[in-house]
């Protein structure tokens, strides 16, 4: 799969791909440490 | 730096903040001030790394190219910009002095003036100063300017948001996150002390001379600067440097350039200019003679350790400045693989280099197609803008899936290059580009 990611996509589809998925890690680690105070 | 490695180091910078809080032995609060509290975090974060991000560190860039690099750098100020402005509103908690039996500030936000007055001014200035960045090309302020006000607004939103975050934040009481807080704070200053000082500083033993500025076409020059009691530069093919013809390297007068020489061809260094209406109007009036200054190499726009079977180059205007280099260094190495050449411009009389690429175009192997879109009379080369039919008309070969591609130009045009060669079945790793504007 990152293979094709990196044979067939442009480079701008590639950057906004891995800004979105630096942006959904760090959503995840912050709801995450929220959610300590669910408890 | 491996670009994956480089983006888990900047994920794991950006969340250590985070992730000490979550060791800190602070019982929880609610959610919601625990999300607040969170995002703040974050966003500081993120603030600090774009500091390294804008830091012109080759280890950054070398791999990944510094328009990419700096790309992100447009980016994560969005995501941290989102992650500021909700972090107030996040709260839940009333806003009250903290009571002296509340250590470890559980059940109160801090209503201290002091605390909070800094991270309200971080808060406006940040939202103004992201905004006026987006908007930057629209505001005809000059570059060195908006460098100023660049360097010196994030310096001072770092500052005030320290002073908040470690006297109102409630985790950076620990002295392990407030000492994180500080390096990172460090870090920050000292890339702007290295690319304004240390960088400077170095550059001054290392001084060049204008040799001469011709004329290369319509508003495009040439400008050659030879070493000055050094050796020159260390470079590849199609790499670019900020270049400052001012006397003293201590400016914010200086800008980058693609450099249009071959490594082979000797220590002296050219650079394809166009006059494009900004600080780059009076480059026809450069005097030989004049002191210089060179900060490079930067960029990936090499071909040096490429293997491919032949090689494509596309420009647009001015974006021949690096192809040119590229197209020089392969003919002195006596390079015999197939080159084409497609050169876009709006009339004949823009073409830069057009007696060196008639030559070019003699050799075996080689080819320079034109495409105008101004055309004069009686021409019969291409016409209209360089769309994907044109691009498919000159690489459609079916040998051509295994050429590397450099291209270099308007962002439209490389865009359209870059979909109209992978549609035709290059892999998008053998498509090198490299681009200055990135919105």
Known sequence: MIELFSRKTAQRTRIAIVYWLQNAALVIALLVFAARGLH | ?????????????VMLPLALSWMSAKPPRPFWDELASGAGMLAFAIILTEFVLSGRFRTVSRKIGMDITMRFHQ?????????????????????????PWDTTRQFAITSDFTNLATGIAAWILLGAFVLLSIGRDRIHYTYETWRLAHGLGALLIAALLLHHTLEAGRYSQDPALAAVWIILFAIALFTLIWVYAIKPSSQRGEPWTVQSVERQGLKTWQVTLSPDGHKGLDYEAGQFAWLNTNDTPFTLNEHPFSISSAPASGPNLEFIIKELGDHTAKTGQIKPGTRAFVDGPHGHLVITDRNEPGIGLIAGGVGIAPLIGIMRQLKLEEDT????????????????????????????????????????????????????????????????????????????????AEDTLISLGVPANQILSERFQYD
């Open chain 2, 1 to 13: 730096m491996n670009p994956i490695l480089l983006c888990a180091l900047y994920l794991a910078t």
């Open chain 2, 75 to 99: 980016l994560l100020a969005r995501t941290a910009l989102v992650l500021a402005v909700l972090h107030p509103f996040l709260y839940q908690s009333p806003f009250n002095r903290v009571q």
């Open chain 2, 337 to 416: 693989c197939p080159q084409i050449l497609l050169y876009g411009n709006r009339s004949a009389e823009q073409i830069a280099c057009n007696t060196e690429l008639e030559d070019f175009a003699q050799a075996e192997n080689r080819d320079v197609i034109h495409v105008l879109s101004e055309p004069p009379e009686k021409w019969t080369g291409e016409t209209g803008i360089m769309d994907a039919d044109c691009i498919a008309r000159v690489f459609n070969k079916p040998d051509m899936k295994q050429w590397v591609y450099v291209l270099c130009g308007p962002a439209p045009m490389m865009e359209t």
